[in-house]
């Protein structure tokens, strides 16, 4: 089983289940889900890369908001897009570098 494929994979289903609640309206919907699965696939890759790579650590995990406010909600969910779109192309460079 080839984990960083599986973390890739994970990861870009992340970001389309991410559009598909931007598409209804983001800011009315709770971040939480896509903070606490961001937050644990970064740990997974973490583990999945260990120390092989200094830019891993450019990523830390993300803070929830406690806001009810809908810009709040989209603020925090554009944070977990950006970093998750940074993440899948950390790991598919360094796949190519395999």
Known sequence: MDEKKILLSMLKALTTEIQN???K???YYSATPFVEKYNKLLDKAKKVFGNKSVLLET?????DTKSVDPADKMKTTQKVIIEVGQLIAFIEASMQQE
């Open 25 to 27: 309206g983001a800011g």
């Open 59 to 63: 990523f830390s995990e993300i803070e």
């Open 21 to 23: 609640i931007q598409q």
